[in-house]
């Protein structure tokens, strides 16, 4: 029995396995640590391709190109279609008022058909136009006053009166060579075509015709209006012409700009020491008035003269007459 003793040997014999014990985590460790890289990398690897996924979406925008390339399947089908009433005006046969007019009554035919309000037609289509529309075109007046100071051609504005309510019996020229007679229906819809401010007197136009209406202050007129200009610069009244410089004179003619915009080029002369003559394509708000002040002009009278090849003439101040059948602007 004293041979027992010598157990302590066992403990080191534990402490042996306790030793390995840690030693198989550390190699396992290396591995378990060598793969999750390994997993790691390959898992976001497949998320990769998912990117590409919209790839196949980008032919899509071109799927809306063949459906709005097919109308060159058939390009004449809208090619260059305008309204009906535009096209009339642009051919000349009346306004566009009086074109949606004469379709609304059914006067206006396009190819044969009976056309409608709003209607679209191309360039070459034919358009027939009935005789009673002729006939109420034929019964349409224009007038030319001889436009007094103190009245405004357009409509009534700060108490004035306007122009057309000179328009009488009374006050139509005994020197007017035209065969027509004044109606009250002759009143409706007449219209004066470009300004002629309260200052200023002279030849206005005063129309129910459309078509005369475009010709003189469309966009596309190019019917030139002429004016006498009576001036000062600065305190000299008399011989103007002398104190005025050349360079003034070369702006009033090309240079000038009102409202933000270059005016187009204009003749302006000297009819006489103390008065320019204009001629211009355009007309603008109080125009001649505000060029002058440009150059340092004082405008102290403006005449219009002409308008077009129809002259003032002989018309008294305050009076009236018809547009002759054998006259044109």
Request: glycine content about 8%.
């Amino acid at each position: 029995m004293p041979e027992q003793p010598p157990r302590s040997p066992t403990p080191p014999a534990r402490q042996r396995l306790v030793l390995r014990k840690p030693a198989p985590p550390a190699q396992s460790a290396a591995p378990s640590a060598a793969r999750p890289p390994a997993q790691r990398a390959a898992r976001p690897a497949a998320p990769a391709p998912r990117p590409a996924a919209p790839r196949p979406a980008v032919p899509r925008p071109a799927v809306p190109r063949p459906a709005a390339a097919t109308p060159q399947a058939h390009p004449d089908a809208d090619a260059g279609l305008v309204r009906l009433n535009k096209r009339m005006a642009e051919l000349g046969l009346c306004s566009r008022r009086e074109a949606d007019d004469w379709i609304a009554r059914g006067w206006v035919r396009v190819d044969g058909q009976v056309a409608a309000m709003g209607q679209q037609v191309a360039p070459h289509a034919r358009i027939d136009v009935d005789r009673a529309a002729r006939g109420q075109q034929q019964q349409q007046v224009t007038i030319l006053l001889h436009k007094p100071m103190g009245y405004v051609s357009g409509q009534a504005e700060d108490g004035h009166t306007p122009a057309v309510a000179l328009i009488d019996q009374r006050s139509h020229w005994k020197g007017d060579a035209s065969r027509q007679r004044f109606a009250p229906s002759q009143l409706k819809g007449l219209a004066p075509c470009g300004r002629l401010d309260i200052d200023s007197v002279g030849l206005l136009v005063l129309t129910q015709d459309g078509r005369v209406a475009r010709q003189l202050i469309g966009e596309d007129s190019t019917v030139d209006k002429e004016y006498l200009v009576r001036v000062q610069y600065g305190d000299v009244a008399a011989d103007v012409q002398s104190a005025f410089p050349r360079e003034g004179l070369a702006r009033l003619r090309h240079g000038l700009s009102l409202d933000g915009q270059a005016l187009k080029p204009a003749q302006v002369d000297w009819q006489n020491p103390e008065q320019l003559r204009f001629v211009l394509r355009e007309g603008k708000k109080r125009q001649i008035r505000r060029m002058c002040e440009l150059v340092g002009l004082k405008v102290v009278g403006l005449k219009r003269i002409r308008i077009g090849r129809v002259t003032l003439g002989q018309l008294p101040a305050g009076q009236w007459r018809y547009l002759g059948p054998d006259e044109s602007f």
